[in-house]
């Protein structure tokens, strides 16, 4: 069974940080580039950053720029996103995906992982 596996949210102050993981189960996520995406309440499902399949390419969304970062250890099948200086604005569920051609054109998705960001 292939499953993407999202792991590390949690309650954090304003300010703080939190690192989420993304692992693949069944597959292997180096043959494809890797995004993450939140949702909160009430608003649509946004791109917050993306990283190609070789790991030197990557991507974020303006509101995240310079406080969060994008890597991969295809040796341990996974990919992070670290998050630095959250602000409770960053609060939603996020969630890993798969892109089979490239960035911003994902096919699937993980059950995701809730971030709240306390002020």
């Known amino acids: 069974q292939l499953q993407l596996v999202e792991s590390g949210g949690g309650l954090v102050h304003s300010g703080g940080s939190l690192r989420l993981s993304c692992a693949g189960s069944?597959?292997?996520?180096?043959?494809?580039?890797i995004g993450w995406l939140r949702q909160a309440p009430g608003k649509e499902r946004e791109e917050v950053s993306c990283?190609?399949?070789?790991?030197?390419?990557?991507k974020y969304a303006d509101s995240v720029k310079g406080r969060f970062t994008i890597s991969r250890d295809d040796a341990k099948n996974t990919v992070y996103l670290q998050m630095d200086s959250l602000k409770p604005e960053d609060t939603a569920v996020y969630y890993c995906?798969?892109?089979?051609?490239?960035?911003?054109?994902?096919?699937?998705w993980g059950q995701g992982t809730q971030v709240t960001v306390s002020s």
């Open positions: 069944g597959f292997r996520l180096d043959y494809y580039a």
């Open positions: 995906a798969v892109a089979v051609t490239q960035c911003s054109e994902y096919d699937w």
């Open positions: 990283i190609s399949i070789s790991g030197g390419s990557t």
